[in-house]
């Protein structure tokens, strides 16, 4: 990714990072080194009159995860949304933000602190293209992860960081119309592209891809040509043959249980959906 070496700063809530987040965190950061400057609950709270869904503690580790980001920053208290507070130690260059019905007030705030201020486009973070990670390190094991990941929250970003312990991380998410096949029509919620754009933006992940089989094994096609070492999977995804599989292939099974990161809660995409 190409960097300045600028100090760039944007500054929200981040509460139920969806795709259209992580396409704008990734092109804040093609303008320089990207500090994330996290809204409190209280100032969500003060913004929209109801709690955020997710709490600060959940939002930041999230946030961390995220390959884009180089740091986070709490702020505390309430925020004034048209201006960015002063943090010990940090000296921004740029204010990158979206379109919005505070950007005349946040260029005004700007031009009077000699800071560059820019704002992106709905256009440009439209499309989701296929997320670039670290290239393979060729010591480590072929790790492999699959699912759907339609609502994807702190459990699957601590998923992927443990199963990211034991090698170079490879996701396969399911395509469209499998999803449909397993799980029934409203499913999935994102398309395939978008799916696969937020796992591939997480920073434990080596790849991401979208699977061309069918059914529970439907990484077939993908595994054969990773071949990988290790299939990971949750408690929950303990099924579908995928440990005879395994077995059949030569391939190690590791069964992870489903724990979040500590401090923050458990967390189903069944139950965030509500279907």
């Keep these: 990714m190409n960097r300045s070496g600028k ?15 992580m396409r704008f965190l990734e092109e804040a950061s093609r ?18 009159g109801r709690p955020p869904k997710f709490p600060m503690a959940e939002r930041f580790y999230f946030l961390k995860a995220i390959r884009y980001v180089n740091r986070v920053v709490p702020v505390w208290g309430v925020l004034d949304p048209s201006a960015l507070p002063e943090i010990p130690g940090l000296r921004p260059q740029a204010w990158i933000d979206r379109e919005c019905g505070l950007n005349e007030a946040r260029q005004k705030f700007c ?6 201020y820019h704002v992106l486009s ?9 997320p670039s990670g670290p290239p393979p390190n060729p010591g480590r094991p072929k ?18 960081e443990e199963a990211s312990a ?19 029509e409203g499913h999935p919620m994102l398309s395939q592209e978008e799916r696969r754009y937020m796992t591939g933006s997480i920073r434990y992940v080596t790849r991401a891809m979208i699977s061309s089989g069918e059914g529970w094994l439907d990484a077939d096609p993908e595994i054969q040509k990773l071949k990988p070492d290790l299939y990971v999977v949750n408690e929950d995804g303990d099924k579908g043959g995928k440990r005879e599989y395994c077995a059949q292939k030569g391939i190690q099974y590791l069964v992870l249980k489903r724990k979040p990161a500590p401090g923050l809660p458990q967390r189903s995409s069944t139950v965030l959906r509500g279907f």
């Design 31 to 48: 303008m320089g080194e990207l500090t994330v400057l996290l809204m409190s609950d209280d100032t969500l709270q003060a913004l929209s």
């Design 143 to 160: 790790v492999v992860v699959t699912g759907c990941y339609d609502w994807f929250h702190s459990g699957h970003v601590r998923f992927f």
């Design 122 to 130: 709905k256009e440009q973070l439209m499309d989701f293209p296929e």
């Design 166 to 184: 034991h090698g170079d991380l490879y996701v396969i998410v399911g395509h469209d119309a499998n999803i449909r096949l397993l799980k029934g």
């Design 7 to 21: 100090t760039v700063v944007v500054c929200g809530g981040f509460d139920d990072l969806r795709a259209h987040h």
């Design 111 to 116: 031009a009077d602190h000699e800071l560059d």
